[in-house]
């Protein structure tokens, strides 16, 4: 049975948080702080419980949910092999597949925007969770918590834009209104995918020039803690 999802949006980081729910259980991907008693009220409504909370990544924009969820519901969080949060309950690694209700969530490690971000890849039926790694028409930045351009082309190219054509990307922000694309769409008309020389790509990441976050020093040490 195809999977339940929602996205929520958060205003003023410009985050999408993703729902998930398979045969009673959910799974919230990079939940906001701020936001925690709309999920609560959501999966209580749905008849959800929440069985795990995954981060693509440490967040340098918004606070992550995820330890306040833990503490509400008794939830696991997941952290990635690569990340050097603390506290979270289970570690998952590339490749590995995590269960939720009768759904599997393959977890692809994507290094580039940071050195610890990951994709959540729902085979059936066909949805890509991409975090910073791949926007709709963008990429996240490389210039900041160990990112790099040569490993985002790379994680871009040899692991998401190999996927079908017909998967569904849900990025993790949107700043011009846009909520979901294909794979299709993105090889076919993201400037970035569109670059086809690693050279080049890494020549573009690296003059992009971009202000720091406005909450990088507040949000990057919480967020290292579950945002607690
Ligand atoms: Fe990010």
Not at 74 to 102: H, M, P, R, T, Y
Not at 206 to 224: E, F, I, T, Y
Request: aromatic share 8%; with cysteine; hydrophobic share 35%.
């Amino acid at each position: 049975m195809t999977p339940l999802l929602r996205q929520l949006f958060d205003h003023t980081s410009s985050t999408f948080t993703y729902i998930l729910g398979s045969n009673g259980e959910a799974l919230i991907i990079d939940p906001v702080k701020e936001n925690i008693s709309q999920y609560l009220q959501l999966l209580a409504e749905l008849n959800l419980s929440l069985k795990m909370v995954l981060d693509t990544h440490v967040h340098a924009d918004h606070i992550t949910g995820a330890g306040l969820l833990q503490k509400e519901t008794g939830c696991e969080v997941g952290s990635s092999k690569e990340s050097s949060a603390c506290c979270g309950s289970f570690i998952f690694s590339d490749q590995e597949v995590l269960a939720l209700g009768n759904t599997s969530i393959q977890c692809l490690f994507t290094p580039g925007h940071t050195d610890d971000s990951y994709c959540f890849y729902v085979t059936n039926p066909g949805w890509l969770f991409t975090g910073d790694t791949l926007f709709i028409r963008g990429t996240g930045r490389t210039d900041f918590q160990n990112g790099s351009a040569a490993d985002l082309y790379d994680s871009l190219h040899n692991k998401i834009l190999i996927l079908p054509d017909q998967t569904t990307v849900f990025p993790g922000h949107d700043y011009k209104g846009m909520t979901s694309s294909s794979i299709a769409e993105e090889k076919n008309h993201n400037p970035r995918a569109l670059i086809q020389e690693k050279n080049d790509f890494i020549h573009h990441m690296n003059n992009l020039k971009l202000a720091d976050p406005k909450m990088m020093d507040v949000a990057v040490p919480a967020n290292l803690k579950l945002g607690l």
